[in-house]
């Protein structure tokens, strides 16, 4: 089965705790991509990769960083930096940075305890 | 304000139901304009793309209208299911994708 897989599917954060959100798929894509959803806006990008050891910060970056040591995998942390964590953070993927369909992995809700 | 508007905010219907979602975007110009389907605690799945010189596209019960002078988009759901029941999200894709804050959908028997 390709897709995108995100785990877990839901997570708490204490005060003061970082936490990593997995990404991995297995569509052999360049591109990867971590959005965060909050309720009445649209998605906004944290952070994306498109291409292996190298990614870039999108528009709401601060608070996260992220690593691409392999193709397949794009993890995402959110440090006690990023005071409003609670969201519903979404990675995509795409085949190249010119193909502009997403693929969306199933989202992972995280709650600040 | 948003780039990306979508209205109404939330809407419900009965199954069976016809139904016309909108998009209005300032962006410009764009490249294509793509309608993604969301169901509850999942990801975004695409429906339709159009490019800005197509008027039209279809996906089964789901059609998307594209008028480039006006800027506006529209999603037309026929014969609804209570399997439509999403949130539609409209996403203009420029030198970066701007997606809309989406549609809130709920068909009911």
């Known amino acids: 089965d390709g897709g995108i897989t995100q785990s877990p599917k839901y997570l708490f954060r204490k005060e003061g705790q970082n936490v990593t959100l997995s990404c991995e798929q297995n569509?052999?894509?360049?591109?990867m991509y971590w959005y965060r959803q909050d309720p009445g806006q649209g998605l906004r990008l944290i952070y994306y990769?498109?291409?292996?050891?190298?990614?870039q910060k999108g528009d709401i970056a601060e608070g996260y960083s992220v690593s691409r040591e392999k193709k397949e995998s794009f993890p995402l942390t959110v440090t006690s930096a990023q005071k409003n964590p609670t969201a519903f953070y979404l990675c995509a993927s795409k085949r190249s940075k010119t193909n502009e369909k997403l693929f969306f992995g199933s989202g992972t809700q995280l709650s600040v305890l | 304000k948003n780039q990306v508007e979508q209205s109404p905010q939330s809407l419900i219907i009965l199954e069976g139901k016809n139904c016309t979602l909108q998009?209005?975007?300032?962006?410009?110009?764009?490249?294509?304009l793509r309608w993604y389907k969301q169901d509850t605690g999942r990801g975004p799945v695409s429906l339709t793309i159009?490019?800005?010189?197509?008027n039209t596209k279809s996906n089964g019960r789901y059609t998307a209208t594209l008028d480039a002078d006006t800027k506006q988009s529209s999603l037309h759901i026929t014969a609804s299911q209570l399997s439509d029941s999403a949130s539609y999200i409209c996403?203009?894709?420029?030198?970066?994708?701007?997606f809309g804050t989406g549609t809130r959908l709920q068909v009911f028997p």
């Open positions: 998009c209005n975007y300032t962006v410009s110009p764009f490249s294509n």
């Open positions: 569509l052999n894509h360049d591109a």
């Open positions: 996403v203009v894709n420029t030198d970066k994708l701007i």
């Open positions: 990769s498109q291409i292996v050891n190298d990614f």
């Open positions: 159009m490019t800005f010189s197509e």
